[in-house]
């Protein structure tokens, strides 16, 4: 985009306070405009199809699809625009997989104001924006030899079973939380035992804090 042409905004996510808040944000900017929002993943598309956005701003965990999802559909169906995930989760949760799914960055909700407007101006203008804090973590994996932790292993749906499981919701709360049937969250639950080598939800819970999935 243009240097001096002002950066249109949309902003996805499920809390309606959130949202506000961040329009209130950015509306003492001047180069930065809110052209749209959305509750869920099914209307986030639907704006980001319209093409008059430049920037996303997409909370990963929506009601109706994983953010993630969101993010893979937009990026094969609207490729001009930059996705910039905001999420309540730890980094080291949830960015490296944002980002190899497409995101052009990954921001924790509570950074500071200061530091959404300039992920925003930096993904708007087409480089990759990551906190102070990613960009350590990732250089002390660079020549790192360990073997790959089980939970990389796993699909978006599976990692996203596991720390909702380990955060002590049931099944069918997640089915219910996530649209999808109990039985698709069952098989979900399955894989992930099986390929983590795991026998049941305690020894999956167990793993998750070990491995500080969940807060």
């Known amino acids: 985009m243009n240097k001096k042409e002002t950066i249109r905004v949309l902003i996805a996510d499920d809390h309606a306070i959130v949202r506000e808040g961040l329009k209130q944000i950015l509306a003492d900017t001047r180069d930065i405009v809110v052209a749209g929002a959305a509750e869920n993943g099914l209307d986030a598309?639907?704006?980001?199809r319209a093409g008059e956005a430049h920037v996303l701003l997409l909370d990963i965990s929506m009601p109706d699809r994983s953010g993630i999802e969101v993010l893979k559909q937009i990026r094969k169906e609207c490729p001009a625009i930059a996705v910039l995930m905001l999420s309540m989760h730890r980094?080291?949760?949830?960015?490296?997989?944002?980002?190899?799914?497409?995101?052009?960055?990954?921001l924790n909700?509570?950074?500071a104001p200061a530091e959404l407007v300039n992920a925003i101006r930096q993904v708007a203008a087409g480089r990759k924006y990551i906190?102070?804090?990613l960009a350590q973590e990732l250089a002390n994996q660079?020549?790192?030899?360990?073997?790959?932790?089980?939970h990389e292993t796993l699909s978006d749906r599976e990692y996203q079973t596991l720390t909702m499981i380990a955060s002590g919701k049931t099944v069918s709360d997640i089915?219910?939380?996530?649209?999808?049937?109990?039985?698709?969250?069952?098989?979900?639950r399955s894989r992930l035992l099986q390929k983590m080598k795991l026998?049941?939800?305690?020894?999956?819970t167990h793993y998750a804090i070990r491995n500080h999935l969940v807060d």
Do not use: C, F, W
């Open 45 to 48: 598309v639907k704006l980001a």
């Open 91 to 106: 980094e080291d949760q949830y960015a490296i997989r944002s980002l190899k799914a497409g995101a052009s960055g990954y």
């Open 199 to 204: 026998r049941h939800n305690a020894e999956l």
């Open 142 to 150: 660079v020549g790192d030899d360990r073997e790959i932790p089980p």
């Open 109 to 111: 909700k509570q950074s």
């Open 175 to 188: 089915a219910s939380e996530l649209v999808l049937s109990v039985k698709t969250i069952s098989m979900y």
């Open 131 to 133: 906190s102070t804090e």
